[in-house]
């Protein structure tokens, strides 16, 4: 079992970013697949999670990432995705993916995002 995270890097404000989680050794759609995002010197913070396909897909974000982030699932490359418009400044941090699995929750090494003029 492994994920891969890739796509982060530095973007203005108001700039847009789309994170990619790439799984291996299980089905993303089977499983609830989450981001969470850690910045300096704060706890870590759930931003997104979509459901596996037996319980709809349904999607969930934080208050802080509504309207602004989403995240989507593509079963056939076996990946998850984190798209990020209007990034701001606060947006800052370390992204993860992790996944929700029968013997665990599992994560990837993160990617940093840094939203700055």
């Known amino acids: 079992v492994q994920l891969v995270e890739s796509g982060g890097g530095l973007v203005q404000p108001g700039g847009s970013l789309r994170l990619s989680c790439a799984a291996s050794g299980f089905a993303v759609s089977a499983y609830p697949m989450t981001w969470v995002r850690q910045a300096p010197g704060k706890e870590r913070e759930l931003v997104a999670t979509i459901d596996p396909l037996s319980a709809r897909s349904s999607t969930h974000y934080a208050d802080s990432v509504k309207g602004r982030l989403s995240i989507s699932r593509d079963n056939d490359a076996n990946r998850v995705y984190l798209q990020m418009n209007n990034l701001k400044p606060e947006d800052t941090a370390i992204y993860y993916c992790?996944?929700?699995?029968?013997?665990?929750?599992?994560w990837g090494q993160g990617t940093q995002v840094t939203v700055s003029s």
């Open positions: 992790n996944a929700r699995l029968w013997n665990g929750i599992r």
